[in-house]
């Protein structure tokens, strides 16, 4: 649903602007220093990108699904280093609270991440729990008016950056699955956390993630999301619907992008007489890409509108993740390919981009577990 489209353009305008001018240029000092310029980040707060769907009624935007989608497609034009800073305030890192929070929690937490002023990290996966979610490890005990916090998290994006974590933790140990698993909203200064070295992963350079332990992490009862035990793991999965969608549409970006790019270099790059542009098995590779990616998007926004009218859309969500993230897969392999040897030469990014796309078929749920869940949906909607 798009409220009102002369303000979406304006949005959209000024953050293609903003990558185009600002971004774009410090591609290559980002991935050198794995670091992203704190004037960047401050100029991400002023343009209200911490906010983008922060409810309204909490100093955000309040962007509806599809307005999302059309913003996360415009920031995939640049590294996905940039979006991720980004990233965890408008998606998981606070949609636990808008999602399921008290309203005390809702007043506390959401103000101060619309004006980025506080980052949020969202603690699910573990040293042995990854795909099988339902099972963490991470204990919760409750001792009088509060809770004692015990376990490892890991690959935790923004966690060195961030003032909160939004914790899964098990409150019944008698309850091994989905049922015995609670969210917490803990902040990061509480005694007893302590942060892993950075991982050093294949891209992405410039965004970080991290273990983030909790060693007898005392929360008061009031961290407990929305007040009730045994709902953190439904309050997840809610988390990743949208947050798997949010990874479809920045696929699309940056597929875009990727595109692009690869489309210039091959009208300019003369071989054989012509330009390559003209050649044509680059051309099934351009049109291949071109077609996939206009898919993927169509995909993605109808999903978004979807469920901008209320339905469930845990199985397109599903759906967008597996095939956008498949497809930005290909389209910058393919891109790698047309500028042959050039493409795997750091200073054209293009070999950049093809080890940062290769997380989006990873985190938020792998392409496999995407399969599940589309199946065992279709399964139980037809039983
Ligand atoms: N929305 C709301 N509830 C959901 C849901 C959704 N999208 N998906 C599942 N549930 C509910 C189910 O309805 C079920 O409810 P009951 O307990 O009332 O029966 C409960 O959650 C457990 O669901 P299910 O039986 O399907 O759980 P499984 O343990 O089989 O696993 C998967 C579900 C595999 C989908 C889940 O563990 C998952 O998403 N894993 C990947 C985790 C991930 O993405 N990690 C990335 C790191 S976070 S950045």
Do not use: W
Not at 39 to 45: D, H, N, P, S, Y
Not at 87 to 115: H, W
Not at 143 to 169: H, W
Not at 173 to 193: C, L, Q, R, T, Y
């Amino acid at each position: 649903m798009i409220r009102d489209q002369e303000i979406l353009n304006q949005l959209t305008d000024t953050i293609a602007r903003f990558v185009r001018e600002r971004l774009i240029p410090l591609e290559d000092q980002v991935a050198e220093e794995d670091a992203i310029p704190d004037a960047v980040i401050q100029e991400m707060r002023e343009l209200g990108l911490f906010g983008l769907t922060i409810p309204e009624a909490y100093g955000g935007l309040g962007l509806t699904l599809e307005e999302e989608m059309l913003v996360a497609m415009e920031l995939g034009h640049t590294s996905p280093a940039f979006r991720s800073v980004i990233g965890t305030n408008n998606g998981i890192g606070s949609a636990a609270i808008v999602f399921d929070g008290t309203d005390e929690q809702k007043q506390r937490y959401l103000p101060k991440y619309a004006t980025g002023e506080l980052i949020g990290s969202f603690c699910l996966t573990e040293p042995d729990v990854g795909s099988d979610a339902a099972s963490v490890k991470t204990s919760a005990a409750k001792e009088g008016d509060q809770y004692i916090l015990n376990g490892t998290k890991r690959f935790i994006t923004n966690a060195p950056r961030a003032g909160t974590f939004t914790v899964m933790a098990r409150t019944n140990p008698g309850e091994k699955k989905a049922k015995g698993v609670s969210a917490f909203i803990v902040e990061a200064d509480s005694p007893g956390i302590s942060l892993g070295a950075k991982d050093k992963k294949m891209g992405h350079a410039g965004s970080h993630t991290c273990d983030v332990i909790f060693d007898n992490v005392k929360v008061p009862a009031n961290a407990l999301i929305g007040g009730e035990e045994g709902k953190g793991f439904y309050t997840s999965m809610k988390v990743l619907d949208r947050g798997r969608l949010h990874i479809a549409a920045v696929s699309v970006g940056v597929a875009e992008r990727l595109l692009d790019d690869a489309l210039r270099y091959a009208m300019e790059r003369q071989q054989f007489g012509k330009p390559i542009a003209e050649h044509q098995l680059i051309q099934a590779m351009l049109a291949d890409s071109k077609a996939e990616c206009y898919a993927a998007k169509c995909m993605v926004l109808d999903a978004a509108r979807k469920r901008d009218e209320g339905e469930n859309i845990s199985t397109e969500a599903s759906c967008c993740k597996m095939f956008a993230t498949e497809m930005v897969g290909r389209v910058a392999d393919r891109a790698v390919q047309i500028h042959g040897g050039s493409g795997y030469i750091a200073d054209y990014g293009v070999e950049r981009f093809y080890r940062d796309v290769r997380l989006f078929r990873l985190y938020e749920g792998t392409t496999q577990i995407q399969q599940m869940v589309i199946a065992k949906n279709m399964v139980r909607d037809a039983s």
